[in-house]
């Protein structure tokens, strides 16, 4: 099984920083690349950057080197740090994890529920 937890999120003004945290409970499963997505009203759920098993990172052009994304293996954690945040950066972030079963090679994908981020101007 597993399950994915995202916290961190909150409402802070224009310019502020937010630290978001995705921590994955798996049992007989091998994680892959995780990534943050968000979706705001009214809107498709965007990318918004993904991370390696070895660090590798790729973000969203949208974001301009504002975010970076970092993982610890040991601890299944994911976290995106958001700095200089904008209004237009507010949207329910989720967390999205690629595993297989250890011994199989079909990947399936797992979300979490979501944590609420709100920039105001």
């Known amino acids: 099984q597993v399950q994915v937890v995202e916290s961190g999120g909150d409402s802070v003004q224009a310019g502020g920083s937010l630290r978001l945290s995705c921590v994955v409970s798996k049992t007989g499963f091998k994680l892959y690349v995780i990534g943050w997505y968000r979706q705001a009203p009214g809107k498709q759920r965007d990318l918004v950057a993904t991370i390696t098993r070895e660090g590798a990172a790729d973000y969203t052009n949208s974001i301009e080197g504002r975010f970076r994304i970092a993982r610890d293996n040991d601890e299944n954690t994911v976290t995106l740090q958001m700095n200089s945040l904008e209004p237009e950066d507010t949207a329910i972030y989720y967390c999205?994890?690629?595993?297989?079963?250890?011994?199989?090679?079909?990947?399936?994908?797992?979300w979490g529920q979501g944590t609420q981020v709100t920039v105001s101007s």
């Open positions: 999205k994890v690629t595993a297989a079963r250890y011994g199989r090679t079909n990947l399936q994908y797992y």
